[in-house]
């Protein structure tokens, strides 16, 4: 990829539905904040980097990328440092050509550290994305609180409760956590009811656990949009489905490398979905984890087999029919030229 190309892409204007303020985090800011409240880490972006971000040395495994999520957590400070943080992941969207973005957080994992209420955390996220979007007039965005399926079904009831409260800023409600030891089941009420009161409702499925879990988001959950979603391609049977009901996945490339969803790029389902008639839209998920942007995502895309600028184009359509505001997104790519 020579530089005018990946200048191309950065200037494409982009659609990110699947990006976690959690995994967003600026490296050099976390190396400020561990020098500023004294830390017990490296004050430095080289010795930290190791900690919160997937390098080389590395193991492609769920477990070492879930771990830097156990160092970032120790950062959720402050009600400024939270503001900040969802500040500098809308920035660092809007210099990257996202023009609109779904970003979506997890109140209850910010509030843990330090015992804030939900409440204050989704208004101090909420804040720190206005004050992005104030700023950077050229990126629309739209909030998606997260939950957790590991944790109790309460906790997200309560979450779902505050989301109500502000259907201005966000748009949905997704289901994340340990997909392998714990169903979406329990979260089928919670889901349908969210459903009733507004809110648009995604599920990270078939990312660590197999076709059945794509299922269950579909069946169960009744969502239209699957987070990953990649190893719907187990199952002819699931694949059907997928294709019957329209669902849309949010498919993130260099997180799949990074978690070992996908042993490869050459081998990532992704041109398998698009050719089974599977609708998918390109995305980041953690580009601070993953030191990723979505213009790096689109230029990887483009190294898949028979993966050109057609099927590029049609994926950023996509992903404006997906999103949980469709006009405002298409509005937001409306001055789309593909390179
Ligand atoms: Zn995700």
């Given at each position: 990829?020579?530089?005018?190309?990946?200048?191309?892409?950065?200037?494409?204007?982009?659609?990110?539905?699947?990006?976690?303020?959690?995994?967003?985090?600026?490296?050099?800011?976390?190396?400020?904040?561990?020098?500023?409240?004294?830390?017990?880490?490296?004050?430095?972006?080289?010795?930290?980097?190791?900690?919160?971000?997937?390098?080389?040395?590395?193991?492609?495994?769920?477990?070492?990328?879930?771990?830097?999520?156990?160092?970032?957590?120790?950062?959720?400070?402050?009600?400024?440092?939270?503001?900040?943080?969802?500040?500098?992941?809308?920035?660092?969207?809007?210099?990257?050509?996202?023009?609109?973005?779904e970003?979506r957080?997890?109140?209850?994992?910010?509030?843990?550290?330090?015992?804030?209420?939900?409440?204050?955390?989704?208004?101090?996220?909420?804040?720190?994305?206005?004050?992005?979007?104030?700023?950077?007039?050229?990126?629309?965005?739209a909030?998606i609180v997260?939950?957790?399926?590991?944790?109790?079904?309460?906790?997200?009831?309560?979450?779902?409760?505050?989301a109500?409260?502000?259907?201005?800023?966000i748009a949905a409600i997704d289901?994340?956590?340990?997909?392998?030891?714990?169903?979406?089941?329990?979260?089928?009420?919670?889901?349908?009811?969210a459903?009733?009161?507004?809110l648009g409702i995604t599920?990270?499925?078939?990312?660590?656990?197999?076709?059945?879990?794509?299922?269950?988001?579909?069946?169960?959950?009744?969502?239209?949009?699957?987070?990953?979603?990649?190893?719907?391609?187990?199952?002819?049977?699931?694949?059907?489905?997928?294709?019957?009901?329209?669902?849309?996945?949010?498919?993130?490339?260099?997180?799949?490398?990074?978690?070992?969803?996908?042993?490869?790029?050459?081998?990532?389902?992704?041109?398998?979905?698009?050719?089974?008639?599977?609708?998918?839209?390109?995305?980041?998920?953690?580009?601070?984890?993953?030191?990723?942007?979505?213009?790096?995502?689109?230029?990887?895309?483009?190294?898949?087999?028979?993966?050109?600028?057609?099927?590029?184009?049609?994926?950023?359509?996509?992903?404006?029919?997906?999103?949980f505001?469709?006009?405002?997104?298409?509005?937001?790519?409306?001055?789309?030229?593909?390179?």
């Open positions: 990829m020579t530089s005018l190309e990946q200048t191309a892409l950065m200037q494409l204007p982009k659609i990110d539905l699947h990006r976690h303020l959690e995994g967003s985090l600026r490296l050099s800011t976390l190396a400020e904040i561990a020098g500023r409240y004294r830390l017990d880490l490296p004050r430095d972006v080289a010795t930290l980097r190791p900690l919160v971000q997937i390098t080389a040395s590395d193991p492609r495994t769920p477990r070492a990328f879930l771990d830097k999520f156990n160092v970032l957590r120790r950062f959720y400070l402050s009600p400024g440092i939270i503001r900040r943080l969802a500040f500098e992941a809308v920035e660092d969207a809007a210099r990257d050509g996202v023009r609109y973005l970003l957080f997890t109140p209850a994992a910010l509030a843990r550290t330090q015992g804030f209420a939900l409440r204050d955390v989704i208004s101090w996220v909420s804040a720190g994305a206005e004050d992005a979007r104030r700023q950077y007039p050229e990126i629309d965005l909030l997260s939950v957790n399926r590991h944790e109790p079904v309460e906790l997200a009831e309560q979450v779902v409760g505050l109500v409260d502000r259907l201005r800023e289901l994340a956590g340990d997909e392998v030891n714990f169903p979406a089941e329990p979260f089928a009420g919670l889901f349908a009811e459903r009733r009161a507004g599920a990270h499925a078939g990312e660590w656990s197999g076709p059945a879990s794509v299922r269950h988001a579909l069946e169960r959950l009744g969502v239209q949009r699957i987070g990953h979603g990649v190893r719907v391609m187990e199952s002819p049977d699931v694949v059907a489905l997928a294709r019957e009901r329209g669902a849309v996945f949010e498919v993130c490339l260099t997180s799949n490398l990074d978690s070992g969803v996908a042993a490869g790029l050459a081998l990532h389902p992704l041109p398998a979905m698009l050719a089974a008639g599977l609708r998918a839209t390109l995305n980041t998920d953690d580009p601070g984890l993953s030191n990723c942007t979505l213009s790096g995502e689109y230029a990887l895309a483009q190294m898949l087999p028979g993966f050109g600028s057609t099927e590029l184009q049609s994926m950023v359509h996509e992903a404006a029919t997906a999103a505001h469709p006009e405002r997104a298409r509005h937001a790519v409306d001055a789309l030229e593909l390179v």
